[in-house]
Structures are given as C-alpha cells and as structure tokens.
C-alpha cells in the first residue's frame, strides 16, 4: 500500500484494515518467528577492517555500508590466526588452531597430510543434519581434499588445483578452473560474478527448505591485477592516500623483495599506487556481488527471514609497515592489528537484530559458530569445547558488562593477548626448556605497532601473562598445540617457524 507524500490516511481505517487483514489470513499463515532462519554468510579473502567505506567515506562499499547500518558492525572483531586456512578452520569448528590443528595456510602439494579436519564437526555438519540446504560457493581451503560432501554441503562449488596449480584460483577475471561436488568446471569472466551467480540459483533451488549458503570469494587476495578497469581507475587518484606506503617495521620482511625489486622510491610509489588501486576495486567488485545477493534475496521476499554475515578470514597489510601480507609477512611471524583485524557487520530480521549498532565488544571469528547455532535454536550434538561466545544477546542490542576481557590470537609457535591498551605477543621456543621471547606494544596510536615498549611491571604484566598461559590451556590439545609446532604435520613448504 502505497501512500502519497502530503496526504494521510485515517489512522482508525489503518488500523481496521490491519485488523481484517490478519483476521481473515491470520489463522492460514504459519507464525513467521516458528520459521527456521536462513543464512548467507559472504566471506573475503584478505580483507583488512579498514578496507571498507565505513571506515573511510572514499572507499566505495555501499551495499556492505546498508547492512551495517541497517544491522549490527562489530569494530573489535578479530581473527584467531592471520592466515587463511586456520581461520577458516576456526570459523567452520568454532576452535581455535590449537584445538582443530590446522596452523597455516594448506599446500595441495607441499601438505604431509589430507584430512586436517577428521573428526571435527563443522557448522554445515549441524545445518545439514537439521533440514537446511547448504551449500558453498568459493574459497574453502580449511583442509586438502578435493570434495568433502560428506561435511554437510549439498553443494560444493570450489577450485580444481590439479587442473592450474594453486594461484589460479586466485585469477580475478579470465579462465579459472573449478570443482563442483568433484567434477571439473572451466569458467572464463569475473569468477566473483561466478560465484553469485551460483549462489543465487542455489537459493532459487532451496525451495521450502531453510538455507545456509556461503559465498567464499578470493578478493581482494593478490595478484593485485586483472580488476576491472572501471573499478581500478576510480582508485588511482586516491588509493596511495588511503594507504601511504610506509617505512618498515621492527620485524624482518618478506616484502623486502617487493621493495627491493623496485629501482627508485619514485618507481615505488607508482607500483604502490597501482596495488592499492587493484585491491580496493577487488574490495568495490565484492560489494557489487553483496548487491546482487541482497536483491534476489528481497526479490524473492526471503530477506526479512535471513541473517547476512560479512566479514574476512584476516585482516591485510598493503603498505602498512612498509608490508604485502598478513601474518607471514614477516619473519618471525606476526599478529600486527592489521593482520587480525576484520570485518564484521551481520543484518538480520528486525524484531531481533536492532538497527544501527555499533559495538565494541572484543568478538572473533570463531564467535560466528555458537551464533548460527543459537538463531537456528540448533543445539549441538556434543560439548562444543571451543571459545567461541554467541552474539545473540548483542545482536537485540543488549549491553553486557565484561563481554570479553581479552583478545587472544595465534600463529605457530605465536600466542597474543590484548586488552585494547597493551599487547603481549610470546614466541614459545623448539625446545621446552628454552626461555620464550616476548613482545610489549601499546596501542591506541596509529600503527602503533613499529615499535615495541618495555614490559609493565607490576599487576598487569602478571595479570595479562597469567590470562595468556590459562586460556591456551583451556583451548588447546595435546596433539594440536602450536607449542609443539616443530612436531605437527607440515602445511606447506614456506612455515615461517621452520
């Protein structure tokens, strides 16, 4: 019903039509809050939290930007670990790596094992096995097998690594080699369209059956190239000024070959240019997609009973410190802000999700597999033994005193704790009877990560020291524990702690 600006309509007849209304179709119409949910989850591939327009107006989300106004975004969000496969192994179990085992990125080739996950239940185990239709349209790398239908996904639309090696998954436009439910697929365009695209006919398909569908795009992961042209151009004149290519940090980078490679800083700045320009139009090309899938999902009147979540495995340096990457960036590793920061924003039905928060809570990733959980009212089959808490009760807008006390993150032999002022990161030793090495920073300033302090003495320091040892205690096994690192299956050829 539509009602012309200037003009109103009796309030009483409003109401007395309302009341027909329900009256007469009220009874044939299953109550909508009896309806199982759906999910679309949108995950990107080394997007940094800053990367999106909420944070900076010159960066063009504008989709992503009406489901955090709209819903909730989540600014201290984090991911568990820096580096793609063992943060989406956290986001699938609800663990962290040392309790799933997974600890760095998986090399089809260069991985001593196949099934990193056995044994683990995953959030599309608990979907699948209570009536949704699940399906996956994209980047999964949280384990080596070509096809793991058995792991509750109806469909699997993924990448065929036999057919082109491991970077052509990474193609965002041209000829990308695919694998759908284990059977070979060539597609020539921009793959991100692809993966929409398939989404959306996945939902169309689902039917009456309640969905669970997650599109795992790989922008913006480098190459930085190959976007489209429309896209990068709108960059060029400002991208170096969103990130300024910085000097480097304490720690030894690998980007030195990038630098390096570069004969001038006049050269250097072009080339930086040009990389954040890729990389934002990666980030503008995802936002598009996010378009496409709110509309089929209005279209086909099943947004106000969908819950969005978008957000990133890990955050993403390009050009901060002086840095190309993420946690493997440099060696040693590291867990800087900006390689664990990421971006939360979930939008969801409006008499449970209030518009317009913005929250500070300390949330990470691993958080998301309790919540589905909770807004499906699916209860897991056995003691979920990870740290995971549920949004629920932050998405209607409650406030909760102490949500988290700390942020906790790891790599390797890396372990972090944070309280949003001081940040410990502890390197543990190959041998046990080896002392540690520690790290101090304070944050608060921006990139106040270049240079370490001395540690606090006192309460503090022995207080964040303590919390540090008890939770990894508590969130580790014996046989995944990345304080045994040296002794776990091999991931890949390059482990930064090796």
Same mark, same amino acid.
């Given at each position: &019903? $539509?009602?012309?600006?200037?003009?109103? &309509?009796?309030?009483?007849? =409003?109401?007395?039509?309302?009341?027909? =209304?329900?009256? *007469?179709?009220?009874?044939?119409?299953?109550?909508?809050?009896?309806?199982?949910?759906? *999910?679309?989850? =949108?995950?990107?591939?080394?997007?940094?939290?800053?990367?999106l327009g909420q944070y900076d107006p010159r960066i063009q989300t504008p989709n992503i930007d009406y489901l955090a106004q709209n819903g909730v975004r989540f600014d201290e969000a984090i991911s568990p670990v820096p580096v793609c496969s063992p943060a989406r192994a956290s986001?699938? $179990?609800?663990? $962290?790596?040392?309790?799933?085992?997974?600890?760095?990125?998986?090399?089809?080739?260069?991985?001593?094992?196949?099934?990193?996950?056995?044994?683990?239940?995953?959030? %599309?185990?608990? #979907?699948?096995?209570?009536?949704?239709?699940?399906?996956? *349209?994209?980047?999964?790398?949280?384990?080596?097998?070509?096809?793991?239908?058995?792991?509750?996904?109806d469909e699997f639309l993924t990448y065929d690594e036999r057919e082109a090696g491991w970077i052509n998954q990474y193609l965002h436009s041209g000829r990308v080699y695919f694998s759908r439910n284990g059977i070979p697929e060539k597609y020539t365009g921009i793959q991100a369209r692809f993966l929409a695209e398939n989404a959306i006919r996945f939902i169309t398909r689902a039917g009456a059956k309640p969905f669970a569908t997650f599109v795992m795009f790989t922008q913006p992961h480098f190459p930085f190239a190959a976007l489209p042209e429309r896209l990068v151009e709108s960059y060029r004149s400002v991208g170096?000024?969103?990130?300024?290519l910085e000097p480097k940090g304490s720690l030894a980078s690998r980007a030195d070959r990038v630098q390096d490679s570069v004969a001038n800083a006049e050269d250097l700045e072009k080339v930086h240019a040009e990389n954040i320009a890729q990389y934002l139009a990666a980030v503008t090309l995802v936002d598009e997609q996010v378009g496409q899938l709110v509309d089929a999902l209005e279209s086909r009147d099943?947004?106000?009973?969908?819950?969005?979540? *978008?957000?990133?495995?890990?955050?993403? &340096?390009?050009?901060?410190?002086?840095?190309?990457?993420?946690?493997?960036?440099?060696?040693?590793?590291? #867990?800087?802000?900006? %390689?664990?920061? =990421?971006?939360?924003v979930i939008y969801g039905p409006e008499h449970l999700v209030k518009r317009a928060q913005i929250r500070q809570e300390f949330v990470n990733l691993y958080d998301l597999f309790p919540t589905i959980l909770e807004l499906s009212k699916i209860e897991f089959q056995t003691h979920y033994a990870g740290p995971g808490k549920s949004l629920v009760p932050l998405l209607s807008g409650?406030?909760?005193?102490?949500?988290?006390?700390?942020?906790?993150?790891?790599?390797?032999?890396?372990? &972090?704790?944070?309280?949003?002022?001081?940040?410990?990161?502890?390197?543990?030793?190959?041998?046990?009877?080896? %002392?540690?090495?520690?790290?101090?920073f304070q944050l608060g300033a921006k990139k106040s990560e270049r240079l370490p302090i001395t540690a606090p003495e006192g309460k503090i320091g022995l207080e964040m020291r303590s919390a540090l040892e008890r939770f990894f205690s508590r969130y580790e096994t014996s046989d995944h524990s990345g304080r045994k690192i040296w002794d776990l299956p091999k991931h890949n050829g390059s482990e930064p702690w090796r």
């Open positions: &019903m $539509t009602i012309e600006k200037g003009k109103q &309509m009796d309030k009483n007849k =409003i109401i007395g039509l309302t009341l027909g =209304i329900w009256l *007469f179709f009220g009874p044939l119409v299953k109550p909508f809050a009896d309806s199982p949910p759906n *999910f679309l989850v =949108i995950m990107t591939d080394d997007q940094g939290k800053w990367a986001f699938f $179990t609800g663990k $962290t790596p040392s309790q799933h085992g997974v600890h760095d990125f998986l090399s089809t080739s260069d991985s001593s094992q196949d099934n990193w996950l056995e044994g683990e239940r995953l959030i %599309s185990d608990e #979907l699948s096995e209570n009536g949704y239709a699940v399906g996956l *349209f994209g980047k999964w790398h949280a384990d080596t097998r070509d096809w793991i239908g058995r792991e509750g996904f170096s000024e969103i990130v300024q099943l947004l106000k009973n969908t819950y969005i979540i *978008f957000t990133s495995d890990h955050g993403h &340096m390009t050009g901060q410190y002086g840095l190309y990457g993420k946690g493997n960036a440099t060696r040693p590793q590291n #867990l800087y802000q900006e %390689s664990i920061n =990421i971006p939360l409650k406030e909760i005193k102490d949500f988290r006390r700390y942020q906790y993150a790891e790599y390797g032999n890396a372990r &972090m704790i944070h309280d949003g002022n001081l940040k410990l990161v502890r390197y543990y030793k190959q041998r046990p009877e080896d %002392s540690y090495r520690e790290i101090w």
